[in-house]
């Protein structure tokens, strides 16, 4: 199950009570105060865990404490400080204030790790209010609470490649021809219901993160269909694959689909239309003699990468030019 949402509340632990307490030894003709101070309440740390790719575990659990900090005791003794709450996120979740409506932090890095809460310092004890004029102090400072917060997390997808395009288009077979991923592939509409991240291993040891996004829609920006859910998540890759199909079911124009789709991206995001793209032609196996791929090619004025998902004819060659584009980009 994919949840790139999730709302929860948040909270560091509280700090420690000090100890009003006063010592009794054996010999000692004058006791003194000796309470100590209490502990430091935990923390409260995200951290970006490049082994996690959904916001699941936020789907049932929706309130998350720090430990607080335990109290100190007599002989100037100081309580424990609480332990911190480390909640391991995907990369790319974004932390935003919910009541505030302010991003927090964008923890668009594996590893990268950020305190949203702190742990509420420990109250002293009485021992370290004794003066020399006022001797038996008989309180201590209570401790204090931690922060809380209540949270709005979002995740956007990090991948190299994500593959866009109208419902059908062969994304979910592309993506299961480059990489192990194994999405749903079906003849209807709508088959990919939410993002799949694929490796696609090249020789060298060099590798590619792919996404594979649900197909989108006329009025998509405009939460049509399932494409304004996921546009978000295109925009944290680094080139587009836009992939037309050539033969569509439905009869439709491959030129007037991709513009289609062009149009939905720039009414969503200019961070979406200034990415680059590749235009890949899908399903050449059913135009053998190749009419419509130069018929589109002069309708579109863009260079276009034929290739079969189905017999993977070009895919090899067009797994090697996406390596070339997104070495250019991270340079």
């Not at 790719?53 to 100037?76: C, E, I, R």
Request: with cysteine.
């Amino acid at each position: 199950m994919f949840v790139d949402e999730a709302k929860i509340r948040v909270k560091a632990g509280d700090g420690g009570n000090g100890c009003v307490s006063f010592r009794r030894e054996k010999y000692v003709p004058k006791g003194g105060p000796d309470g100590g101070d209490g502990g430091k309440g935990g923390d409260l740390i995200f951290i970006a865990d490049p082994n996690l790719d959904t916001l699941l575990d936020f789907a049932g659990k929706h309130n998350w404490q720090a430990v607080n900090g335990k109290p100190g005791s007599g002989k100037n003794s100081s309580g424990l400080n609480g332990d911190d709450l480390v909640i391991r996120v995907p990369p790319g979740t974004q932390i935003y204030d919910a009541d505030l409506d302010l991003l927090l932090k964008d923890l668009d890095e594996p590893g990268m790790k950020v305190c949203i809460c702190q742990g509420g310092k420990g109250g002293k004890g009485n021992s370290r209010f004794a003066t020399s004029i006022y001797q038996a102090p008989r309180f201590a400072e209570q401790g204090v609470p931690g922060q809380g917060r209540n949270l709005r997390l979002e995740l956007k997808l990090i991948a190299d490649v994500g593959l866009v395009g109208m419902p059908n288009a062969g994304k979910s077979t592309l993506i299961s021809r480059c990489s192990a991923a194994r999405p749903k592939i079906a003849s209807y509409p709508f088959t990919t219901l939410e993002p799949v991240l694929g490796i696609v291993k090249l020789t060298g040891e060099r590798r590619l993160v792919m996404a594979d996004l649900p197909g989108l829609i006329e009025g998509a920006h405009e939460g049509t269909g399932l494409g304004f859910e996921f546009l978000r998540h295109i925009e944290r890759t680094r080139i587009i694959i836009h992939i037309l199909d050539i033969m569509p079911p439905d009869g439709s124009d491959p030129a007037k689909n991709y513009r289609q789709i062009r149009k939905e991206l720039e009414q969503y995001s200019k961070t979406l239309a200034d990415k680059k793209e590749v235009i890949v032609a899908n399903k050449i196996d059913l135009d053998p003699k190749g009419a419509t791929i130069k018929k589109l090619r002069k309708q579109l004025s863009h260079r276009i990468y034929p290739i079969s998902a189905v017999t993977g004819d070009g895919i090899k060659d067009l797994c090697e030019l996406l390596w070339k584009k997104v070495k250019q980009v991270k340079s």
